[in-house]
C-alpha cells in the first residue's frame, strides 16, 4: 500500500509551471528519493505536500485519505513531518525548546515533550548542545536541528530537503544511519530531496526524477541514474559536433 | 500548584522577587502622597506593559494602539457606573468583552488576510484613531466634553465601588501587576507559551510543526486586550475623569509601550524593571529641574529621550537580560 500518492498535481506562479501533472507514490515504509536539476519543482513539491500551497490541480493522498488543500499545521497533524531546505529555526529559543515545539503535537504535557524532545536531540548528535541558542548553531547543526523538530512530531512520512547538503562525508554517514534505523525500526516512511549522490545512493530504495515540473523518470537508483532522459537532464542533449 | 509555578526558577531569583514583593507592599506606610502617586504610575505601566508583552514579547505581533483597549475598558467601566451605578467589578466584565472583541476583530481582520508585521501595527493604531473620533461624538458617554465619576474626599476606602484612598489604587494596582507577572509566568511555560515564541521566531516553521498560528495569534491577541482593558478601569476609578483626546491617543500607545522595551522585550521582568526605570527618570528630572531652577519648556523631554536613545544603543535587548546575568539568573 502507498503512504503518498501523488496524482496529476499541478502548481504553477503567475504562469510558470513550477510542476506540472506530477504523479508518484511513496511506498509505506520505504525510502523515496526526488531528485532533478535546480529548479525542477522539487521542493514545490514538498511545499505542495506540506500544505504551504494548494494544486491548481491534481490529487494528494495520504494513507488513502486526501490532503490537498489542508493547512501546514493539518498536514502535520495527519502525520507529514517537514523540514526546510532555507533553515527555519526558531532563532531565540534553545535547541531544546526548538525540538519542544514539535513534540507537543502528540504529547499531551509540556514535562512529556521536553523528556521526548532530550531523546531526540539526544538521537541526532545534539545533546551536548541542548541548551544553546538556535541562532548560534552552524548550518550542519541546524539541520540536524530542523530534522529533530520534524521527527519530534511524529510523523509517518518524513519529508526531508537537502539535509545533508554542506555535511562532511562522515557527519553524511551518521545522519544516514539515524535514518536508517528510524526507517527499520519505526517503519518511519522517507521522502528526501537530495542533491548529494552519496546520500541518495545509501538510502533509496526508489527514485522520482524531476524535470522542469515533470516527472521524466521513476525506478530502483541503479536503473535511474542510467536512463538516458536522466542523463540529458542533467548533462544536456547531447548534440552532433 | 505553588511547586509546579516555581519549579526551575532560580532560588536568587525567587528571593529577590520575594524581597522586591515585601519592599512594595511596605512602601505606603512610609511615602508622602507624591511618592505614592508615583509607585503608583509605575505598577500601572509595570502591568500594561506586561499586557501588551504577551502580544509582542511572546506572539510577537506589535501593537501600537494598544490605548484602545484602555479606554474601552475605562469608558465601559465608567458609564456602567455613572449611569446605573453598577460597580466596577460588575463593569469589568463589559470592560473586558468589549476588549476582547475589539482585539478579537482587529486580529481576525489582520491574521485572516496575511496583514502582518509593520501594516498589522498600523492597523492596531487605526483601530485606535477610531475609537478616539468616535467616542468623540458618542454622548452616552458625553462625548470630547468628558465622562466625570463622582468624586469626595472619602475617608473610608470602599473596593467594591473603587472608591476610596490612593493607598488602596496603589495595593489594587501592586496585586494585578503581581498577578499579571504569575499568569504570564505561568502562560510561558505552557503548551500556548511555547507555541507563541515559535510563532514570533517563525510562523512557517512553526505551521509545519503543527501549530495553528491563526488561532494562537487570536488567543495573544484577546489575553492581552483583556488584560489591558482592566487597568482601563482602574485607571478611570484613579483619575475620575476620561477624555476620548486623552484616553485612546496614539501618545498614550507609545507611552505604555516603552516600559517593557526598554526592560527587554518579551521577558517577564522587563516591563516592571522598565516602568522603574523610565517613571523613576521622568520624575527625578523634574525634581532635578525643579531644584536647579531650569525652567526652559522641553528641557525634561530632551533629557528623557536622550536616555532612551543610550539605552536602545547600548542595551539592545533592554535593560533586564544583562542585569539578570550580573544578578546570576541566567547565564
Known amino acids: ?241 | 500548584m505553588i511547586a509546579r509555578l516555581t519549579e526551575g526558577v532560580p532560588r536568587r531569583g525567587l528571593v529577590l522577587l520575594a524581597a522586591l514583593l515585601v519592599l512594595l507592599a511596605v512602601f505606603p506606610l512610609y511615602a508622602s502622597g507624591y511618592l505614592l502617586a508615583v509607585g503608583f504610575l509605575i505598577l500601572y505601566f509595570a502591568y500594561v506593559g506586561q499586557a501588551w508583552n504577551v502580544m509582542m514579547g511572546f506572539a510577537g505581533q506589535l501593537s501600537l494602539g494598544h490605548s484602545l483597549y484602555v479606554g474601552l475598558g475605562a469608558y465601559a467601566a465608567a458609564a456602567l457606573y455613572v449611569h446605573f451605578g453598577l460597580s466596577p467589578w460588575i463593569g469589568l466584565g463589559a470592560s473586558i468583552g468589549l476588549s476582547a472583541l475589539a482585539g478579537a476583530a482587529i486580529g481576525f481582520l489582520a491574521f485572516r488576510f496575511g496583514v502582518s508585521g509593520v501594516y498589522f501595527a498600523i492597523l492596531t493604531i487605526a483601530f485606535a484613531e477610531f475609537a478616539r473620533i468616535g467616542f468623540d461624538h458618542f454622548a452616552w458617554v458625553r462625548g470630547s466634553s468628558g465622562l466625570f465619576l463622582p468624586v469626595a474626599n472619602y475617608t473610608t476606602n470602599d473596593l467594591w465601588n473603587l472608591r476610596g484612598s490612593p493607598t488602596m489604587f496603589y495595593y489594587l494596582m501592586l496585586a494585578m501587576t503581581a498577578g499579571a507577572f504569575v499568569l504570564c509566568h505561568a502562560l510561558l511555560r505552557s503548551r500556548m507559551g511555547y507555541y507563541w515564541l515559535a510563532i514570533r521566531e517563525s510562523p512557517e516553521a512553526a505551521e509545519a510543526l503543527g501549530v495553528n498560528v491563526f488561532r494562537y495569534k487570536m488567543v495573544a491577541v484577546v489575553i492581552s486586550a483583556a488584560m489591558t482593558s482592566l487597568a482601563g478601569v482602574v485607571f478611570a476609578f484613579y483619575y475620575n475623569n476620561l477624555f476620548p483626546e486623552q484616553i485612546f491617543h496614539i501618545s498614550r500607545s507609545i507611552e505604555l509601550i516603552l516600559a517593557p522595551i526598554i526592560g527587554g522585550v518579551g521577558t517577564l521582568m522587563g516591563p516592571i524593571v522598565g516602568a522603574f526605570l523610565l517613571t523613576g527618570l521622568a520624575e527625578g528630572l523634574r525634581e532635578l529641574m525643579l531644584q536647579l531652577g531650569i525652567d526652559v519648556p522641553g528641557v525634561k523631554q530632551v533629557f528623557y529621550g536622550l536616555c532612551l536613545l543610550l539605552v536602545v544603543m547600548f542595551l539592545p535587548d533592554g535593560v533586564w537580560p544583562p542585569l539578570a546575568r550580573k544578578l546570576g539568573l541566567r547565564r
Open chain 1, 1 to 241: 500500500m502507498s503512504r503518498l500518492e501523488l496524482s496529476g498535481v499541478s502548481k504553477s506562479f503567475r504562469g510558470l509551471k513550477a510542476v506540472s501533472g506530477a504523479t508518484f507514490e511513496v511506498a509505506q515504509g520505504g525510502i523515496h528519493a526526488l531528485i532533478g536539476p535546480n529548479g525542477a519543482g522539487k521542493t514545490t513539491i514538498f511545499n505542495v505536500v506540506a500544505g504551504v500551497y494548494a494544486p491548481d490541480a491534481g490529487e494528494i493522498r495520504f494513507d488513502g485519505r486526501a490532503i490537498h488543500g489542508l493547512r501546514p499545521d493539518q498536514v502535520c497533524a495527519a502525520g507529514i513531518g517537514r523540514t526546510f531546505q532555507i533553515v527555519k529555526p526558531f532563532a531565540g529559543l534553545s535547541v531544546l525548546d526548538n525540538v519542544v515545539v514539535g513534540a507537543l503535537r502528540r504529547e499531551k504535557h509540556v514535562s512529556a515533550a521536553k523528556s521526548y524532545a532530550a531523546e531526540i536531540v539526544e538521537r541526532l548528535g545534539l545533546g551536548a548542545k541542548r541548551d544553546m541558542l538556535a541562532s548560534s548553531l552552524t548550518l550542519p547543526d541546524r539541520k540536524r536541528l530542523e530534522v529533530a523538530r520534524a521527527l519530534a512530531t511524529r510523523p509517518k512520512l518524513l519529508l526531508l530537503d537537502e539535509v545533508m547538503a554542506g555535511l562532511r562525508p562522515t557527519e553524511c554517514d551518521q545522519i544516514v544511519a539515524v535514518f536508517r534505523e528510524l526507517n527499520r525500526t519505526e517503519g518511519l516512511t522517507i521522502l528526501l530531496i537530495e542533491h548529494v549522490m552519496r546520500a541518495v545512493m545509501a538510502l533509496a530504495q526508489h527514485i522520482v526524477v524531476l524535470h522542469h515540473g515533470e516527472v521524466i523518470a521513476r525506478g530502483a537508483p541503479a536503473d535511474v541514474v542510467r536512463d538516458p532522459a536522466v542523463l540529458e537532464s542533467y548533462l544536456g542533449e547531447e548534440t552532433e559536433v
